[in-house]
C-alpha cells in the first residue's frame, strides 16, 4: 500500500490493524455483512439518493471499504454507473454487473486521488476509524464530489444515544455513533444533509436491539 501523506500519527499503524482484522474475518468467511439483507436496503436508498447524470457519460462512483465488491458491482448495475470499488484488502470477488462498469482498487481511502464523483458511498468504513481521523476522512469524501455529488454513509447508530467506542480484541475499532455527530463531521465538511434511514440489524447486544444509520449529503455550488 502507498504511504498516506500529511497522516497523523499512528495512522499507519492502525491502518495496517483494520486490514489484518478484516483479512482475518475475510478468510474465515465472518463477512457476515456481505449480502446481507441489510446492505440491500442501503443499496437502494443509494439508488434513491443518487444525483442524476449531467452528460452523456456514465456516472462515477467510489464504494469506499467495499470488502468483496457485491455492492460495488450492484450499484454498478442498478444505475448503469462507472463504480470503483476501494479497499485495504483486495478480498473482492462479486461477478461482473450485466450493465454498468465495475472495477476495484486496493489502498487506503485517505489516499485515494480523485475529484469530481457523483456518488460516493461509504458503507460500514467510517465506524472503524480513529475518532482524530474522523474530521480528515469526511473532508476527503466531500473533496471528492462534484457540485452536485452525492455521498452516502451508513454508521453502526448509537442505541443509547452517546458515542461509544467498542473496541475488539485484535485493536479494530466499532463506533456506535449518533446522527447529531455523523451530521456534524459532513456538515463542517461543506455537505448539505438530505436523507436518512434507520435499518433495524435484527442483532441484541448487551441489551440493546442495534440498528445501522444511513445518511445521505449534497455537495452544493460551483
Ligand atoms: C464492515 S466492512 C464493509 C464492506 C462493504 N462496504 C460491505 O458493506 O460489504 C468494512 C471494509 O472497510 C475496509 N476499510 C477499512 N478501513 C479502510 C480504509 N482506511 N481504506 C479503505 N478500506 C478500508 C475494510 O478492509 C473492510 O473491507
Redesign the pocket.
Known amino acids: 500500500m502507498p504511504p498516506t501523506t500529511d497522516a497523523p500519527a499512528g495512522y499507519a499503524a492502525y491502518?495496517q490493524t483494520?486490514?489484518d482484522s478484516?483479512g482475518h474475518w475475510?478468510s474465515r468467511g465472518r463477512?457476515s455483512?456481505?449480502g446481507a439483507d441489510t446492505?440491500d436496503q442501503?443499496t437502494r436508498f443509494v439508488c434513491a439518493q443518487a444525483p442524476a447524470a449531467t452528460g452523456p457519460g456514465r456516472r462515477r462512483i467510489l464504494?469506499?471499504?467495499?470488502?468483496?465488491g457485491?455492492?460495488s458491482t450492484e450499484l454498478a448495475e442498478r444505475l448503469d454507473a462507472d463504480s470503483t470499488g476501494?479497499?485495504?484488502?483486495a478480498?473482492w470477488d462479486a461477478p461482473p454487473p450485466a450493465r454498468g462498469r465495475a472495477r476495484f482498487r486496493q489502498?487506503?481511502?485517505?489516499d485515494f486521488a480523485g475529484t469530481g464523483l457523483d456518488l460516493v458511498v461509504d458503507?460500514?468504513?467510517l465506524h472503524?476509524?480513529r475518532r482524530t481521523d474522523w474530521p480528515a476522512w469526511a473532508a476527503h469524501g466531500a473533496h471528492l464530489l462534484r457540485p452536485g455529488g452525492v455521498l452516502v454513509v451508513s454508521v453502526f447508530l448509537s442505541p443509547h444515544g452517546e458515542i461509544s467506542k467498542l473496541p475488539l480484541d485484535d485493536g479494530r475499532l466499532n463506533w456506535w455513533l449518533t446522527e447529531r455527530a455523523v451530521t456534524g463531521l459532513y456538515t463542517d465538511a461543506g455537505l448539505t444533509p438530505g436523507d436518512r434511514l434507520v435499518i433495524d440489524r435484527n442483532f441484541q447486544y448487551q441489551g440493546h436491539w442495534l440498528a445501522y444509520l444511513v445518511l445521505s449529503f449534497r455537495k452544493t455550488g460551483g
Not at 464504494?63 to 468483496?68: E, I, L, N, S
Not at 476501494?86 to 484488502?89: A, E, G, K, N, Q
Not at 489502498?107 to 485517505?110: I, M, P, R
Open positions: 491502518r483494520v486490514a478484516f475475510y463477512d455483512w456481505t446492505n442501503v464504494d469506499v471499504g467495499c470488502g468483496r457485491h455492492q476501494l479497499d485495504l484488502l478480498v489502498g487506503d481511502f485517505l458503507n460500514g468504513c472503524h476509524q
